[in-house]
């Protein structure tokens, strides 16, 4: 069993910070990559941003300059980093990881999800 669990989310005035964190326990035997993922009402979800255990990213054009992905391999733990919020931001955001089980199985898992909400 795997279980992922996000915390950070909340109300920020535009211009201001949030930072995500997303922490995979269980059976885990290694992850790669983990993403975090938004999905604003009456939208699509869509990747923000991934990072692979070598530390290798990838942003979504809208928030390149502003969000920052890394993660604490030893933790499991994968950070978002968002600055200079926008209200566009606003969504609820998903944690994805790519896990590979201690008993040799691979799946894809989400967080419960974190509503950030941005006002103007």
């Known amino acids: 069993q795997v279980q992922m669990v996000e915390s950070g989310g909340g109300l920020v005035q535009a211009g201001g910070s949030l930072r995500l964190s997303c922490a995979a326990s269980?059976?885990?035997?290694?992850?790669?990559?983990m993403a975090w993922y938004r999905q604003a009402p009456g939208k699509q979800r869509e990747l923000v941003a991934f990072?692979?255990?070598?530390?290798?990213?990838k942003y979504a054009d809208s928030v390149k300059g502003r969000f920052t992905i890394s993660k604490d391999n030893a933790k499991n733990t994968a950070y978002l980093q968002m600055n200079s919020l926008k209200p566009e931001d606003t969504a609820v955001y998903y944690c994805?990881?790519?896990?590979?089980?201690?008993?040799?199985?691979?799946?894809?898992?989400w967080g419960q999800g974190t509503q950030v909400t941005v006002s103007s």
């Open positions: 269980g059976s885990i035997f290694s992850i790669n990559p």
């Open positions: 994805n990881a790519h896990i590979i089980t201690t008993g040799g199985r691979e799946y894809d898992y």
């Open positions: 990072i692979t255990t070598g530390g290798s990213t």
